[in-house]
């Protein structure tokens, strides 16, 4: 079983910067693909990025060349480095893993709040 944990979401202005972690726990050998996802009220929850375990990255076309996904495997750790914020960026985001075995891990979700 995997565990994770994000952080770094809060208020900032439009045009600002944040970036959040997502700290993985548990059986983290098995994780393969990594990503983030998010979730605005009243809407589904939407892909923002992913990164493969052979670091290939993909991302939303709305977040294309202002957010970038890395990940630290010796810290288990992921991040989203988010630039240029913009008020519809506002959001629960949530991290995500696939793992080896085909099971899927979701993070309880970090709020981020742009405001203009």
């Known amino acids: 079983q995997v565990h994770l944990v994000e952080s770094g979401g809060g208020l900032v202005q439009a045009g600002g910067s944040l970036k959040l972690s997502c700290g993985a726990s548990?059986?983290?050998?098995?994780?393969?693909?990594m990503g983030w996802y998010r979730q605005a009220p009243g809407k589904q929850r939407e892909l923002v990025a992913v990164i493969s375990g052979g670091g290939v990255t993909n991302y939303a076309d709305s977040v294309k060349g202002r957010f970038t996904i890395s990940r630290d495997s010796a810290k288990n750790t992921m991040y989203l480095q988010m630039n240029s914020l913009k008020p519809e960026d506002t959001a629960v985001y949530y991290c995500?893993?696939?793992?080896?075995?085909?099971?899927?891990?979701w993070g309880q979700g970090t709020q981020v709040t742009v405001s203009s």
């Open positions: 548990g059986t983290t050998f098995s994780i393969n693909a």
């Open positions: 995500h893993v696939e793992t080896m075995f085909h099971r899927d891990y």
